[in-house]
T-cell receptor, first 114, second 112 residues
């Protein structure tokens, strides 16, 4: 059973608009969440993270929101640019007693149209 | 600044052959990881090494072995390759137990 779910396999957005990527998790032990971006034939690249003690973290055009009660997080990209077209993975870390063993979602393909 | 380097980038094997995937990092990280990525399933942890001299199983360890050769290098071995092991393999490293993991560009492995 998948502990981290990205229910939208793909998302298409117009350049300049907001992209919202969603992620749900089931394990209440998860307390650190990350988003990775992946281009074809490259490895995933770290984008932004959030600890469970926060509900929002911003880095430039990227903002991650965490709703612990709903076990849901989202990544907002504003404004979206064609270079943002990639696969986005949500990942969670069950910190207590598990070290840094990330659990990944299946990914969402984002296409930003110019 | 190389980061995490994986070799080879591509490999085709026949069922039953053995193969070692190599990974090296130059960021002085303590922890290293091996993942596999399959369509529709994201990345799944095969094995990890929290620090030099230690290794532990991840979510999908069956059919694999690992060696933490030194602080920089972490290899993944398939002793008897099976078609189900056709996948893209990623190595990653991180500061021990904390922070984001940094990934290599992957090894595409096909087993016929």
């Amino acid at each position: 059973d998948q502990q981290v779910k990205q229910n939208s396999p793909s998302l298409s957005v117009q350049e300049g608009r907001i992209s919202i990527l969603n992620c749900d998790y089931t394990n209440s032990m998860f307390d650190y969440f990350l988003w990775y971006k992946k281009y074809p034939a490259e490895g995933p690249t770290f984008l932004i993270s959030i600890s469970s003690i926060k509900d929002k973290n911003e880095d430039g055009r990227f903002t991650v929101f965490l709703n612990k009660s709903a076990k849901h997080l989202s990544l907002h990209i504003v404004p979206s640019q064609p270079g943002d077209s990639a696969v986005y993975f949500c990942a969670a870390n069950p910190r207590f007693g598990y070290g840094n063993k990330l659990v990944f979602g299946a990914g969402t393909i984002l296409r930003v149209k110019s | 600044n190389a980061g995490v380097t994986q070799t080879p980038k591509f490999q085709v094997l026949k069922t039953g052959q053995s193969m070692t995937l190599q990974c090296a990092q130059d960021m002085n990280h303590n922890s290293m990881y091996w993942y596999r990525q399959d369509p529709g399933m994201g990345l799944r942890l095969i094995y990890y090494s929290a620090s030099e001299g230690t290794t532990d199983k991840g979510e999908v360890p069956n059919g694999y072995n690992v060696s933490r050769l030194n602080k920089r290098e972490f290899s993944l071995r398939l002793e008897s390759a099976a078609p189900s092991q056709t996948s893209v393999y990623f190595c990653a490293s991180s500061v021990q137990g904390e922070g984001p993991q940094h990934f290599g560009d992957g090894t595409r492995l096909s087993i016929l």
